[in-house]
């Protein structure tokens, strides 16, 4: 690590000790680490950063709540929640919104000119959640960044449970470095507990962590609530799995709030663009993406699918060839897992359908 860096980490770890962030130390492994991987813009922005401070600022870390179209963002401070706009030099630098500022992303406001609070700096992200539109060129669209846990929220029946879904999540949830969540919401519906056990045993098997959950029985509230506690968490899943359903257990009244505030910006000129944090009372963060129902995966990474794909590290390691597809190799593990009944048919089938249609 350069002096430089060093010096960079000890002033973050002064200014953001009453945040609430995960081990600062740990954090402070995470971005460096994401420095070099980062766009070059975020890298840019960190360079640029330290050449172009103005003097006379009075910086204060916090945390973007949410973000408006008009440049304003809602700011959580160490004592107090402020509206900032995003000061001209970072402009400069973010001028297209998709890749701008985005919920979850921790900032340095310069409030020396109250009440004019101005975002100076985006500090480096732990990791982003991003989809990607449909057309051809895949263009990304930030949706949050510093995510803890993607819970992925799947219903048993009524929509039918759909593995499918749930692998392409928990890829999702590997490709942006973050800790997946698997919940199976609906367990009231469910007539054989056996079945039941065998169509998540994949998963849990494979390492992932389930929670099977009702809100009609309120089974695996408790659970849940102690996983989400002091995480800031993304819900995602198909429509009517029961992501509000859960929410509104779990904290009656919350996803009230979204709708407000949603409604409030509809009708005001301020129309909130990307995804709202909401504050778990018993700590932690929802954060709220209307938009996550499919799982967006990037063309790109379809040469990581054969590594990246769930359950698949168990095996891949005793394939012959270290690049191997598991489609026709000679001395596949996979394959071999599949003939020998190992390995689920219904996953595999489900990793060569990803595979083709990306
Ligand atoms: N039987 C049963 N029904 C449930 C459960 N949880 C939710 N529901 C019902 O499922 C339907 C959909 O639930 P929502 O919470 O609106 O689902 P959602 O995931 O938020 O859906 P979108 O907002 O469209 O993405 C509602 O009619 C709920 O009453 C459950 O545990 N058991
Ligand atoms: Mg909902
Ligand atoms: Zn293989």
């Not at 060093?6 to 492994?29: F, H, M, Q």
């Not at 509104?248 to 910006?265: H, M, R, W, Y």
Request: charged content about 30%; aromatic content about 8%.
């Amino acid at each position: 690590m350069k002096q430089k860096d060093k010096k960079r980490k000890a002033s973050y770890t002064g200014r953001l000790k009453n945040l609430d962030l995960p081990d600062i130390e740990v954090l402070g492994e995470i971005l460096d680490e994401e420095r070099e991987a980062t766009t070059y813009k975020t890298a840019r922005i960190a360079t640029k950063r330290d050449q172009t401070l103005k003097s006379g600022m009075t910086l204060k870390t916090g945390r973007v709540m949410a973000v408006m179209s008009n440049y304003q963002c809602q700011v959580q401070l160490q004592d107090e929640e402020v509206t900032a706009s995003i000061g001209g030099r970072l402009k400069q630098f973010l001028y297209k919104s998709t890749t701008m500022l985005v919920v979850g992303d921790y900032v340095e406001v310069d409030m020396s000119l109250k009440p004019d609070y101005r975002i100076e700096n985006i500090l480096p992200r732990k990791n982003r959640l991003s989809r990607y539109d449909s057309g051809s060129f895949q263009k990304e669209i930030l949706v949050a960044a510093n995510i803890d846990q993607l819970v992925i929220t799947s219903s048993w029946r009524m929509p039918m449970y759909k593995p499918g879904l749930i692998d392409r999540f928990l890829i999702l949830a590997a490709t942006h470095k973050i800790e997946p969540l698997i919940v199976v919401n609906k367990i009231d519906l469910c007539e054989d507990p056996e079945e039941l056990e065998e169509g998540i045993a994949y998963y849990r098997e494979s390492g992932f962590k389930v929670i099977l959950t009702s809100t009609v029985s309120r089974a695996g509230i408790d659970e849940l609530k102690a996983e989400l506690k002091d995480k800031d968490s993304v819900f995602s899943g198909h429509s009517g799995a029961g992501k509000s359903s859960l929410i509104n257990c779990l904290q009656p009244g919350l996803e009230l709030i979204t709708a407000e505030v949603s409604d409030f910006n509809e009708k005001g000129k301020h129309t909130t663009t990307q995804a709202t944090m909401l504050t778990w009372d018993f700590g932690g963060h929802l954060i709220d993406t209307p938009g996550i129902k499919t799982a967006y995966l990037n063309r790109e990474d379809i040469a990581l699918m054969p590594k990246l794909f769930p359950g698949f590290d168990r095996y891949y390691p005793a394939c012959r060839f270290r690049d191997c597809a598991h489609i026709a190799e000679e001395g596949c593990a996979i394959l071999q897992a599949l003939e020998s009944g190992e390995m689920d048919p219904d996953r595999y089938e489900s990793y060569r359908w990803i595979m083709e249609n990306l």
